[in-house]
Structure formats: structure tokens, C-alpha cells
């Protein structure tokens, strides 16, 4: 997360300080029905919050629940791996030296947390049948969190795959594109009001990929007005976004979608108050390994040539998938995502100071074609729902590349991890990294190109 450290030098909060531990009893919680979970009134300062649209998912429950478990410090057994504890690993925001460096990040246990989605599925039953967490601590959350209150979603079943229409039943009724983006601020606008949220609130789409839309609008103009015209390609997700943008909120997109349109980054640009909109799918797992790696090879001196993976899981996101239309967004977003090696090789400068030779002319690299670590990778994607996986995602990547004087260079990674515990930390991060942005107006542009990017699988190409 090194594109994290220019803006957070530049913005910090002062001289360091102990992080800041949430103290049970500091606050109260929400009381069943109010439309969110979670939050802890924060000690010092104004909370954040975080809206998620697919609260009823894998990552919604699992995200309630670390809460939940995070605030009591709660224990339990885990049948392969003994006594457990609540943590936050992999949430760089909130441990390690980035959390204490700046405690200006807002603690996760303060943040307050609602949200939609469009099946009616209580948050302590889908967390029983997510199976990802041990039951030893399901059962600990299950009634508590069967009691909270989901926003009834809104959807277009042309946009997401056949296989989620069936469940769909806890949905906002169908109406103008209007006037939905009207029903959309006003959940947004009381629920910050329900829950006396006075920071930076921010959006993340958790819910399932839609299918690629064919409306692309240019400007804010253009995407106000095709809401207004009811166009049929404005997507659920891009009424959402514009919603938050709306209503002073990031938006920060965990699908691969194309959401992020230039109309509504501008309608970002225009508001008062910095706001966010950000990224096209959380970089949690095989593909952020595959960026890492690539440039790991290149910084060896060598040139990869082919990127070989296959992965499979069994969750409700990987069975949307099945529909070739979600799929579509799905593929772009897992194949283009290699970047160059910015002046063909390792050093500061690249080519030029190569071409220069050493200040005394005694030692020069030559630059020659076939010595350019770049060159086009046969980058392959397999991607299959195996149902008995459930939420553990598994896959293999074999890297090939071209080393010292023609010989062959093969590494081949494999690794196994519950989905939503990759993913949940992004969206943690994502939204204290946009409070922590916001409180001290750091410019929507920097903060897309330089602070987020590599949350997500595509943010970091602009």
C-alpha cells in the first residue's frame, strides 16, 4: 500500500500518538431497528460510516460480525486451530505501522455501518450459512444479528445473472430512474440522522457483479439527465453512486462493473465537500498477487512472458457469474492488469540514465530489444463455481519468463483463503482511508490516483 504514504505524510495529523483502542461501554449501541449495526459512539471526534449495498452477503455478515466480535474481544473455538480472539489482521489501516503511525485513521469499532440488499435474508442466519466464520462465534451473533434492520435494495434484473432473480424480494418497488435516485438519498439521509453520523460517510458496492452497462455518460450533465429521461442503461449500481455523490458521500465500487464513468468522477469534482468515487473491483486475492509478482520478476531483470491461473469457489458472487453477461464485466477487469515497466527496467531513471553511463564512463548498461524487460505477457483466466467450496477461493498461477541468456524461468504459487476475509478488510480501509482524506480536503484526483488504487484491481490504471 505504498501509494497510501505520500498523501498521508502530506495530510498528517501531527506529532505521533498512541492508536486509539475502543473501550467497551464507551458508547451505545444501536438499538434493533434503527437501520444500522454497530457502532460504538466514537470517544473522541466524529465517526464515519459505512454503507454497504449487499449488506446480506458474504462480506456484509462477515463485515457485521468482525465488528460485533472486534468491540467485545470476543473468544471462541475454532475446531481445527483451538482458542481464537477477534482481530483485524489484514486491515492496514488499523494495525501495523501505517495504524500507528497515524492515528488519525478512524478505528473500525466506532465506525457506524447500515446498508441494503434486495434478498430478505436475516444478517445472523446468512452469516450460519455463509460458513465462513467458526460456529463457535456464530452463535455468540446469530440472534443479535438477525435483529438488524437491512434497507430494502434497488434493482433491474436485466442487469445482474438469472440465477439471483428468485431471491430478489426485499427490493425498493420499480419506479422512474428519478425518482429511485430520490429513494436512495432519502435512506442515506436518515440513516446518517438515526445514527448521528457527523463524518465522512462512504458507499461500497458489495453486492453482485452487474452485467458491463452500455451507457457511458461523459459529463454530469449527460448522467443527470439520463436518470431524468429514465434511460434503461443507467444501472443500479451507477444510481448508487450517484446518490452518495449526491448526498456528500463517497462511493467506492467493489464489483467489476464499469460504474465509474467520466459524468459522475465529474459530478465528484463539482461537490462542496471533497467526495471519492473509486476503483472497479476489490484487488483481494489471486489478481493482487499476480500484479505483485509480475513486477517482482521484472525487478529480478526478468521478462515474463506468460501468466498462467485458474481459481475456483462456490459462493453466491461466483454463481452470479455463471450468466455470460456478468461474466463479460467479470473478465475484463481479471485480464487487463499488467502495466509497463516504466523506462524498460529497474533504476530511477530507466533508459536514459543507462544511455548515460556512470559519471566516469567506466561501467555503461546496453540497452538493446532484447534487453527490454516489457514485451506482451499471454496472460490466461480460468475462473469456475464449484459449489462445495463455499466461500474459499483456490488457485494456482504458474509464471513463466525469459531469464539469463535464453533459459527459462517457472514459479508457481497456490494458495486458499475465505473470500470475504480478504475482501472485508479492503472495504474497511477503503472507507477510513476516505474519511481520513476527507476531514482535511485532500482533492478527489490525488486521492484517486494516488491513495486507493491499489485496493482495487483497475483503480491504479486512472
Known amino acids: 500500500m505504498l501509494a497510501v504514504f505520500p498523501l498521508a505524510v502530506a495530510w498528517s495529523p501531527g506529532p505521533r500518538t498512541p492508536p486509539r483502542a475502543h473501550q467497551p461501554g464507551a458508547g451505545v449501541w444501536a438499538a434493533a431497528g434503527r437501520g444500522s449495526v454497530g457502532g460504538v459512539v466514537a470517544s ?18 462477515t463485515l457485521v460480525a468482525a465488528q460485533l466480535a472486534n468491540q467485545r474481544s470476543l473468544k471462541w473455538e475454532s475446531d481445527r486451530r483451538g482458542p481464537q480472539q477477534a482481530n483485524l489482521l489484514g486491515c492496514i489501516t488499523q494495525v501495523g505501522q501505517l495504524a500507528e503511525r497515524y492515528p488519525g485513521l478512524g478505528a473500525f469499532s466506532d465506525m ?25 462465534l456464530v452463535r455468540q451473533l446469530r440472534d443479535e444479528m438477525d435483529q438488524t434492520v437491512v434497507m ?20 425498493v418497488p420499480a419506479a422512474p430512474k428519478a425518482e429511485l435516485l430520490d429513494h436512495l438519498r432519502r435512506d442515506i439521509r436518515r440513516w446518517r440522522e438515526a445514527e448521528g453520523v457527523g463524518g465522512h460517510v462512504t458507499l461500497v458496492w458489495s453486492a453482485s457483479v ?8 461523459q459529463t454530469a450533465e449527460a448522467l443527470l439527465a439520463a436518470i431524468q429521461s429514465d434511460e434503461p442503461e443507467v444501472s443500479p449500481s451507477l444510481l448508487y453512486a450517484t446518490a452518495a455523490v449526491l448526498e456528500g458521500c463517497s462511493f467506492v465500487n467493489g464489483g467489476s462493473q464499469n460504474t465509474l464513468q467520466p ?41 515474463p512472458t506468460t501468466v498462467a491461473s485458474y481459481n475456483h469457489l462456490g459462493n453466491n458472487d461466483m454463481r452470479n457469474l455463471l ?30 540514465a543507462a544511455a548515460g553511463g556512470s559519471a566516469g564512463g567506466a561501467c555503461r548498461a546496453v540497452w538493446a530489444p532484447q534487453n527490454n524487460l516489457d514485451g506482451e505477457i499471454d496472460h490466461k483466466v480460468a475462473v469456475l463455481f464449484t459449489e462445495a ?72 490504471r486512472g
Open 263 to 303: 459524468g459522475l468522477i465529474e459530478l465528484a469534482s463539482r461537490q462542496a465537500t471533497p467526495v471519492y468515487v473509486l476503483g472497479t473491483d476489490f484487488k483481494a486475492g489471486q489478481t493482487k498477487a499476480k500484479t505483485a509478482l509480475v513486477e517482482y520478476l521484472r525487478a529480478l531483470g526478468l521478462r
Open 44 to 61: 473522541c471526534g466524529q465517526r464515519c460510516g459505512m454503507l454497504c449495498v449487499g449488506l446480506a452477503g458474504n462480506n456484509g455478515v
Open 210 to 217: 452487474e452485467r458491463p452497462s452500455q451507457f457511458e455518460p
Open 323 to 352: 450468466s455470460p453477461s456478468t461474466w463479460k464485466a467479470k473478465a475484463r477487469v481479471k485480464a487487463d492488469i499488467f502495466g509497463t515497466w516504466t523506462g524498460g527496467g529497474p533504476g530511477p531513471a530507466g533508459r536514459d
Open 112 to 136: 457506524a455501518i447500515g446498508g441494503w440488499d434486495i434478498r430478505a435474508l436475516p444478517l445472523g442466519q446468512g452469516l450460519y450459512e455463509s460458513r465462513i466464520l467458526d460456529y463457535d
Open 152 to 171: 430494502p435494495g434497488v434493482w433491474d434484473h436485466s442487469f445482474i445473472g438469472d440465477s439471483q432473480h428468485e431471491g430478489a424480494t426485499h427490493t
Open 389 to 460: 467450496m463455499g466461500d474459499e477461493k483456490r488457485d494456482t498461477v504458474e509464471y513463466t519468463s525469459t531469464a539469463f541468456m535464453g533459459c527459462e524461468h517457472t514459479m508457481l504459487t497456490y494458495t486458499r483463503c475465505m473470500d470475504s476475509a480478504l475482501c472485508v478488510p479492503l472495504m474497511i480501509d477503503a472507507v477510513v482511508f476516505a474519511d481520513y482524506f476527507a476531514r482535511r480536503a485532500v482533492p478527489p484526483d490525488e486521492v484517486r490516483q494516488l491513495a486507493l488504487g491499489l485496493l482495487h484491481e483497475r483503480g491504479w
